[in-house]
């Protein structure tokens, strides 16, 4: 497994019981996790002290209930900054358990020594687009949500990039990658993360178990020629790291390279053990 544990304005105090109870810089937040189906005492005082509770409902989503927490605030990751803000479906705007594949590629970005595009599609709010401008890329990312897009470039502004070469693009990912083919564009390194289920900004759907593969297939014709990583980020139990692993090995078996593929997580403080946060797998150029 690889573990995100260089946080410091973050971490997991404890989770039991369906529930993690989390630091974000100084406020305190319980959030469902579908992982945590074991049962301990709640021994650690920040259960009874939380500054938000999102309780889930047994009809589906649920609700925030708050005590004296800001509607935003932020936290640092190294030279990153990120705006926070509870959303209405339990997210905060932030998978900190990422943080360990941003170290990961910002380490062959900067080893490259030599300038280095990188595509980061379904960007979200502009975690992974940070750490690769951090560390000397050109990034574009591309999200279908307008909002989203804005977030990331807050973000931005916030982390010391506003006149980093970013590309900020609202748009559908696959739409967008049809075009980059065509156009005949090409990325040194290429970073997504899909969600399960979704819409493009014209009502288009993606479904992760049908159109991962073909997605994958077409994102490899826009690597160039050295490319330096391939990065695919999953949330869904069905696609284990060996599904991914399978993927990634099958359409870039013609480059030379190392496919690796693992759960991600975060260490809980009040035990010592690793919470799963979803899986990653991995394509790293081994000649470059």
Same mark, same amino acid.
């Given at each position: !497994?690889?573990?995100?544990? &260089? ?6 105090? /404890? ?17 469902? @996790? ?9 021994? +650690? ?22 005590? @004296?927490?800001?509607?935003?605030? &932020? ?6 900054? *990120?705006?926070?803000?509870? =959303?209405? =479906? ?21 080893? $490259? ?19 690769? $401008? ?7 990312? #591309? /999200? $279908?949500?307008?909002? !989203? +897009? ?7 502004? %916030? ?10 693009? #609202? ?21 997504? @993360?899909?969600? %399960? ?12 178990? /049908? !159109?991962?593969?073909? =997605?994958?297939?077409?994102?490899? &014709?826009?690597? %160039?020629?050295?490319?330096?990583? *391939? ?11 060996? #599904?991914?692993?399978? !993927?990634? %090995? ?11 593929? &693992? ?26």
């Amino acid at each position: !497994m690889w573990i995100a544990d &260089q946080w410091k304005d973050y971490e997991v105090l /404890d989770c039991t019981e369906g529930e993690k109870l989390e630091r974000w810089g100084k406020y305190l937040l319980i959030r469902p @996790d579908p992982q945590v189906i074991w049962e301990t005492p709640k021994t +650690v005082p920040g259960w009874t002290h939380c500054n938000g509770h999102y309780h889930r409902s047994k009809k589906g989503g649920g609700e925030w209930e708050f005590f @004296d927490l800001p509607q935003q605030w &932020q936290i640092h990751y190294q030279s990153a900054t *990120f705006h926070l803000k509870p =959303f209405s =479906f339990k997210h905060t705007g932030l998978f900190p358990e990422q943080a360990v594949n941003w170290d990961w590629f910002s380490g062959i970005i900067r080893d $490259a020594k030599r300038p280095v595009r990188v595509l980061n599609l379904f960007a979200y709010t502009g975690g992974a687009t940070l750490a690769a $401008a951090a560390a000397g890329a050109q990034v574009t990312h #591309v /999200d $279908a949500s307008k909002g !989203m +897009v804005s977030w990331a470039k807050e973000n931005a502004v %916030s982390s010391g990039l506003k006149n980093a070469p970013i590309r900020w693009l #609202v748009d559908d990912c696959v739409k967008f990658v049809e075009r980059e083919i065509r156009r005949g564009n090409h990325y040194d390194a290429l970073i997504m @993360d899909p969600p %399960s289920y979704g819409r493009g900004p014209k009502g288009e759907i993606w479904k992760i178990e /049908d !159109m991962i593969h073909p =997605f994958i297939r077409r994102c490899t &014709q826009l690597l %160039s020629k050295d490319a330096l990583f *391939f990065l695919v980020n999953s949330y869904t139990t069905g696609l284990a790291p060996a #599904v991914l692993t399978y !993927m990634i %090995s099958t359409e870039l078996k013609d480059r030379k390279g190392r496919v690796d593929s &693992q759960e991600i997580g975060l260490p809980v403080k009040s035990s010592g053990l690793i919470l799963p946060c979803g899986a990653s797998g991995r394509w790293e150029c081994t000649h470059c």
